[in-house]
């Protein structure tokens, strides 16, 4: 917040354009981050199966939930096309629940007059302009900046770790509500890093695609300790907004995410040449249907895939070891045959 006001707290599903709601006074939460973060997740999971949220709902839909109720939030952004199928039914339940929603579509096609057309329904709903709004895009930018220097340092510099490039670029969604506080904690980490010794050049380099997984603290560092390292965080770093745009429409408009994958395709075959990646890990949350866009990519992308799933457990069974190994192990294999 500007001048030390006191925040308004509002909760975003998945990454909006923040900037209307800063413009509006409010100081966002992404409750997918707060969710991942909490010292006992499977007890926000809990809050939501007690009051009826099946077994086979996503666990990321029950922690946004479990988060809400817990936290007290009191108002939230549901986006309700661009990102999830089961937000409209959540966006009810937390309206019963007597949790003020507001709904925030993404057009159906990256157009820049459809998403202008979004933002000002939304601006308008606020009390805010897209003027206000854009006025903050140019606060938030150093902080975005910082965001994409680090992901460089990640894949062309190799002194950042994959989990340290996955948690900067995930929490550029609300910059973990305070984007004062999350530009000096990274400058810091950027000076730090800055100064480290390179990873070897051995090690295999990977893409992570999909939606951000809920056993990532345990999944970089073991891919790590398995001579391999995610250089590419495909939507991780989509919410850093990296191709930036002239104004805040054009930013959303750039953004792939929420868009037919035609336009994650073209990013995402624009990264893994520019960060020479050796094989893609495809995250697949249970009961997401973006899981069916698994289709697509094995179809479309010319690496070594493998497909991982995981549902409420926050940490790497056995099983998934072993296929990562196998699949590390093939890589590995693979990249000698090439030298
Ligand atoms: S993982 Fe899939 S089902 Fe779950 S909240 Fe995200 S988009 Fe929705």
Same mark, same amino acid.
């Given at each position: 917040? =500007?001048?030390?006001?006191?925040? =308004?707290?509002?909760?975003?599903?998945?990454?909006? @354009?923040?900037?209307?709601?800063?413009?509006?006074?409010?100081?966002?939460?992404?409750?997918?981050?707060?969710?991942?973060?909490?010292?006992?997740?499977?007890?926000?999971?809990?809050?939501?199966?007690?009051?009826?949220?099946?077994?086979?709902?996503?666990?990321?839909? =029950?922690?946004?939930?479990?988060?809400?109720?817990?936290?007290?939030?009191?108002?939230?952004?549901?986006?309700?096309?661009?990102?999830?199928?089961?937000?409209?039914?959540?966006?009810?339940?937390?309206?019963?629940?007597?949790?003020?929603?507001?709904?925030?579509?993404? @057009?159906?096609?990256?157009?820049?007059?459809?998403?202008?057309?979004?933002?000002?329904?939304? #601006?308008?709903?606020?009390?805010?302009?897209?003027? #206000? #709004?854009?006025?903050?895009?140019?606060?938030?930018?150093? *902080?975005?900046? /910082?965001?994409?220097? %680090?992901?460089?340092?990640?894949? #062309?510099?190799?002194?950042?770790?994959?989990?340290?490039?996955?948690?900067?670029?995930?929490?550029?969604?609300?910059?973990?509500?305070?984007?004062?506080?999350?530009? *000096?904690? /990274? $400058?810091?980490?950027?000076?730090?890093?800055?100064?480290?010794?390179?990873?070897?050049?051995?090690?295999?380099?990977?893409?992570?695609?999909?939606?951000?997984?809920?056993?990532?603290?345990?999944?970089?560092?073991?891919?790590? $300790?398995?001579?391999?390292?995610?250089?590419?965080?495909?939507?991780?770093? $989509?919410?850093? /907004?990296?191709?930036?745009?002239?104004?805040?429409?054009?930013?959303?408009?750039?953004?792939?995410? @929420?868009? @037919?994958?035609?336009?994650?395709?073209?990013?995402?075959?624009? $990264?893994?040449? &520019? +960060? +020479?990646?050796?094989?893609?890990?495809?995250?697949?949350?249970?009961?997401?249907? +973006? *899981?069916?866009?698994?289709?697509?990519?094995?179809? &479309?992308?010319? /690496?070594?895939?493998?497909?991982?799933?995981?549902?409420?457990?926050?940490? %790497?069974?056995?099983?998934?070891?072993?296929?990562?190994?196998?699949?590390?192990?093939? %890589?590995?294999?693979?990249?000698?045959?090439?030298?």
């Amino acid at each position: 917040m =500007k001048n030390n006001e006191h925040p =308004k707290y509002i909760g975003i599903t998945t990454t909006v @354009p923040i900037e209307i709601l800063l413009s509006a006074g409010y100081s966002p939460l992404d409750l997918n981050n707060i969710f991942v973060s909490d010292t006992n997740p499977d007890r926000l999971i809990r809050l939501a199966e007690k009051d009826g949220f099946p077994l086979n709902c996503c666990a990321w839909i =029950k922690g946004i939930y479990g988060v809400c109720l817990d936290k007290g939030i009191s108002e939230v952004i549901c986006v309700t096309s661009g990102d999830c199928s089961n937000t409209q039914m959540l966006r009810e339940v937390l309206n019963l629940k007597g949790i003020c929603t507001i709904p925030f579509d993404f @057009p159906t096609e990256p157009n820049p007059a459809e998403v202008k057309a979004s933002l000002s329904k939304l #601006a308008l709903r606020l009390g805010t302009t897209l003027e #206000a #709004a854009e006025e903050w895009r140019k606060t938030l930018s150093p *902080a975005r900046e /910082l965001a994409h220097r %680090l992901d460089y340092l990640c894949y #062309a510099e190799n002194k950042v770790s994959g989990f340290e490039d996955h948690y900067w670029l995930v929490s550029s969604s609300d910059f973990n509500s305070d984007y004062v506080k999350y530009q *000096a904690d /990274l $400058q810091k980490l950027l000076n730090t890093a800055e100064n480290r010794t390179p990873y070897p050049p051995t090690e295999l380099r990977l893409a992570y695609l999909g939606v951000p997984s809920v056993f990532g603290q345990e999944l970089y560092p073991y891919l790590e $300790q398995n001579g391999a390292r995610v250089v590419f965080n495909e939507i991780q770093r $989509q919410f850093s /907004l990296p191709k930036g745009g002239a104004d805040i429409s054009r930013s959303y408009t750039a953004y792939t995410y @929420p868009y @037919p994958m035609e336009y994650r395709l073209r990013d995402i075959r624009t $990264q893994l040449t &520019k +960060r +020479r990646i050796d094989g893609i890990i495809h995250y697949v949350q249970a009961f997401c249907h +973006r *899981a069916i866009g698994d289709i697509i990519l094995r179809q &479309k992308l010319p /690496l070594p895939m493998l497909t991982l799933e995981g549902n409420a457990d926050f940490h %790497l069974n056995q099983h998934q070891k072993t296929r990562l190994e196998a699949f590390l192990d093939m %890589l590995k294999a693979k990249k000698q045959i090439n030298l």
